[in-house]
């Protein structure tokens, strides 16, 4: 009597482990293809929103009302608000604004502060117009706190100087620098728009050097 014969293996099935292999590998791909189209479709939303709120900030940076209003009403008539939820609520915001008579609240964008030292090795020289000037100490601590090299500080007549407070400098390299001296003169005198950084010409005088006059005013 003859022994049974075994079940052969189907022939296909080193193929099927292969296709599982490959199915499972593209698979893969797709789901991280998938994920990284997700994520970049989040990123372009996200721009799209904070580009809108920057339109709309920048619509209300003008002093003037009836301009900021204008403008908001630009953002929308122009449909350069993509978005449905956002346009509505400007649009409605905008019509309950001339209803009540109300103002548009004014954005006011942060001004970039400038680093204090952009000259290496500056020098600066303090000079009043005034006799017995107090001035000539305060802005001495004041340069001296910056850490500004000050190099001195005295009462100087010279009837050739402007009246008011002035920045002076001699380089074109150091106008920067002396715009930023001349931003600080005017904190301490708001509103007086006489006060500016003024190139002079004194080939006595190295790069980096700056005079901070006081004027003569009392």
């Not at 339109?55 to 449909?79: F, G, W, Y």
């Not at 001699?170 to 600080?184: G, K, P, T």
């Amino acid at each position: 009597m003859r022994a049974p014969k075994a079940k052969a293996e189907p022939a296909s099935k080193p193929y099927s482990n292969l296709f599982t292999l490959v199915l499972t590998g593209a698979l893969a791909i797709v789901g991280a293809y998938l994920a990284q189209w997700q994520k970049s479709d989040d990123e372009l939303a996200l721009s799209r929103e904070k580009f809108q709120s920057e339109l709309i900030l920048k619509a209300l940076e003008s002093t003037s009302d009836s301009v900021r209003v204008k403008s908001l009403k630009l953002l929308v008539h122009a449909n350069l608000i993509k978005d449905c939820i956002t346009r509505d609520s400007l649009t409605k915001y905008l019509v309950t604004l001339e209803k009540e008579k109300i103002s548009t609240p004014q954005f006011s964008p942060a001004a970039k502060s400038l680093p204090e030292h952009i000259v290496e090795g500056d020098r600066v020289y303090i000079l009043s117009g005034k006799l017995n000037d107090p001035d000539l100490q305060v802005w001495k601590d004041k340069m001296t706190a910056l850490q500004f090299n000050v190099v001195g500080a005295k009462t100087h007549i010279d009837r050739e100087r402007v009246d008011w407070p002035e920045i002076r400098y001699f380089y074109d390299s150091d106008e920067q620098q002396a715009e930023i001296l001349a931003n600080r003169m005017r904190e301490s005198k708001p509103g007086d728009a006489r006060i500016k950084a003024k190139r002079y010409y004194d080939l006595r005088v190295n790069p980096g050097y700056f005079e901070i006059w006081l004027g003569r005013e009392p």
